[in-house]
């Protein structure tokens, strides 16, 4: 039924009541009393509706903390459908709320930074990484104008020209940021901050190791170039000095090899596409055969000794003979003659251990942490005269990365050098 006929049927029909009533009573005693009857009826009428006026206004001071009555006539419907109101009011709420708590979990779970701000870029919200990004804290800075808390002059500058369509790189706080701003309804303004540090610092190895590649690959180049000009314009040269030309191209030739060998065995290591096949690794047969290389590259000038007293592990045979080999060699190849070089593979309580001792030049403190660098040399010359790529060590830690082991190396100048390869008990497998 029409609802304005739901409201106004019943009132009619009560004030009805009451006037029928008191006509009656007119009738059979008189106008007084029918009168009185009329008056009484409509103020215990109007006295209800009172009552249930102060019961809605007491409830709506507090909807929360007192109940609605059940209501009499038109208030039981104002009443029902009040209560239904508020059962969807905190429905939303709720909804509201869980899905506010779950954007805040999601955003704090965000590695990029969103920061919050209005449209004179006062911060309002900002998660965990946008805090740890800017150093800010939104306890302490929220209502804080942003350009105040960002000290930089390249934001000013960017905040200023106003060209947000392109992202902005901030050197901040020791860390390279990526920050975009990006306008969002009509007031308001969203600042990403993205963190670059590593990309960067991997970028910068990149172009560091080419240019290092590069640099060594021309020096032997530029030998060999030159004596082929030689060759080329003194046709009539003497054999004997042909032949020491061609001995240094080769001398040279040979070191490219090395570094192009040593370069693709890095580059094999570092790649995912090669994941670590663990075998049995015959370790008395390596150490024996890396005993009779280093024999063989010493040529009789020191004193090469051996020692096992380990068992076998799992990895791989390939990598470990490549970075037990590189110790080795390095040993041999830094230490004068008459020296002495002692390899030994040992079980200690933590787990076995290789181990090349040498009786050679030494290493000083400050160079010892950046041996493993990719063309990290102590004497550059000493090196090259050797043979040397300067990558030996950074293929030894690669090797160990990927057998969980570790490198010690202990060295004093002019008495000798320590290297010892340190491999987890887990590394002895059920072999
Ligand atoms: P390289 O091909 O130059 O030997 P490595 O990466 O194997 O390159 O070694 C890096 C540097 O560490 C060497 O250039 C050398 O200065 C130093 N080094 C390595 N092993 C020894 C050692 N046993 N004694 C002294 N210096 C060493």
């Not at 009484?40 to 006295?47: K, N, P, S, V, W």
């Not at 009443?79 to 709720?94: C, I, V």
């Not at 902005?168 to 020791?174: A, F, G, I, P, V």
């Not at 070191?255 to 570092?270: A, F, H, I």
Request: hydrophobic share 40%; aromatic share 8%.
């Amino acid at each position: 039924m029409n609802p304005h006929l739901l409201f106004w049927i019943p009132a009619g029909l009560r004030l009805s009541f009451i006037l029928a009533g008191a006509g009656i009573l007119w009738y059979f005693f008189g106008h007084l009393v029918g009168l009185m009857a009329a008056v009484g009826g409509l103020c215990t009428l109007l006295i209800v509706q009172l009552h249930y006026l102060y019961k809605l206004s007491d409830w709506l001071n507090d909807p929360s903390s007192s109940r609605l009555p059940d209501g009499w006539g038109a208030w039981t419907d104002i009443f029902s459908r009040l209560y239904k109101l508020r059962r969807g009011d905190e429905k939303n709420q709720a909804e509201l709320t869980e899905w506010l708590t779950r954007f805040r979990q999601a955003m704090s779970l965000l590695p990029d930074g969103v920061v919050i701000m209005d449209d004179v870029l006062f911060l309002e919200w900002c998660n965990p990484a946008a805090e740890r990004h800017l150093g800010l804290r939104l306890d302490r800075d929220k209502g804080m104008r942003v350009t105040n808390l960002i000290r930089s002059p390249e934001f000013m500058d960017y905040i200023i020209l106003g060209r947000y369509g392109q992202p902005l790189t901030l050197s901040l706080r020791e860390r390279k940021l990526i920050v975009q701003i990006i306008p969002f309804e009509n007031r308001r303004q969203i600042l990403v901050t993205h963190d670059a540090t590593e990309t960067e610092r991997i970028e910068m190895m990149r172009r560091d190791f080419i240019a290092n590649a590069s640099h060594e690959l021309r020096t032997p180049l530029t030998v060999i170039n030159g004596f082929l000009e030689i060759a080329d314009s003194q046709p009539d040269l003497d054999v004997k000095t042909r032949m020491a030309h061609l001995k240094l191209m080769m001398e040279q030739g040979q070191r490219m090899q090395n570094l192009v060998e040593d370069m693709l065995t890095l580059t094999r290591l570092e790649s995912v596409e090669y994941p670590l096949r663990p075998e049995r690794v015959n370790i008395h047969a390596l150490l024996e055969q890396i005993h009779q290389e280093a024999m063989a590259l010493s040529a009789g000038r020191h004193k090469v000794t051996l020692e096992i007293d380990g068992p076998d592990i799992m990895g791989g045979a390939e990598e470990l003979r490549s970075a037990f080999s590189n110790l080795v060699s390095n040993a041999v190849r830094y230490t004068p003659q008459e020296g002495s070089i002692h390899i030994a593979w040992q079980m200690k309580e933590q787990g076995p251990q290789f181990m090349v001792k040498d009786t050679g030049i030494g290493i000083r403190p400050e160079h010892i942490s950046r041996l493993t660098e990719r063309f990290y040399r102590v004497d550059k010359s000493r090196s090259r005269e050797t043979q040397g790529t300067g990558l030996g060590l950074a293929i030894v830690k690669h090797v160990l990365l990927r057998h969980d082991a570790l490198l010690a190396i202990e060295s004093e100048p002019g008495q000798g050098s320590t290297f010892i390869v340190k491999f987890p008990q887990k590394a002895i497998g059920d072999v």
